[in-house]
């Protein structure tokens, strides 16, 4: 255990930009939150927000920044249901707005 752990704990966390890093791993302009998603299309995973844990949990279901979702039922103010990888994950309204996409 460190005594002073890091602000983001995962890699796939939104950070800070530091000088002379590429700028692709800014975030698109397109960029939204799935919780805001809508209509039954296809998007790109490009950050996953949060904790390691957050993270971790994403992982384990196919989560990941580069895969392809397929929104089976936008979420809003309710559950948010898509398809990744083959499976179908359903996420409460706070865990989707973690997950960052664009459309593609």
Not at 6 to 30: H, I, T, W, Y
Not at 39 to 48: P, Y
């Amino acid at each position: 255990m460190t005594k002073n752990p890091p602000k983001f704990s995962c890699p796939f966390a939104r950070r800070e930009q530091s000088e002379g890093e590429p700028d692709c791993v800014s975030l698109p302009e397109n960029a939204t939150p799935l919780s805001s998603a809508c209509g039954r299309k296809r998007f790109r995973v490009c950050r996953i927000k949060g904790n390691r844990r957050n993270c971790a949990r994403m992982a384990q279901m196919g989560v990941l920044p580069g895969s392809e979702i397929e929104m089976l039922c936008p979420g809003g103010r309710r559950q948010c249901m898509f398809r990744v990888k083959g499976s179908t994950v359903t996420l409460d309204p706070q865990c989707a707005e973690q997950i960052l996409v664009t459309p593609l």
